[in-house]
């Protein structure tokens, strides 16, 4: 069971990590996502996977 806590906190900080280093068209979406995923862990790790890196600029 710990490993899956370990786990499951990698996969957290690396979303809040491939947030910030992600381009935007604007620093108001970068901020939005950042909250998103803090304020609402696992949910917002899901948005961010489904919805969000689709919006980034590459």
Not at 42 to 47: A, E, K, R
Request: aromatic share 18%; charged share 15%; proline share 2%.
């Amino acid at each position: 069971m710990f490993g899956i806590g370990i786990f499951g906190l990698a996969i957290y900080a690396y979303t809040i990590y491939d947030v910030v280093i992600s381009n935007f068209a604007s620093d108001t979406d970068k901020l939005i996502w950042v909250l998103i995923v803090v304020l609402v862990p696992f949910l917002g790790t899901i948005l961010w996977f489904l919805i969000g890196r689709k919006k980034r600029i590459n």
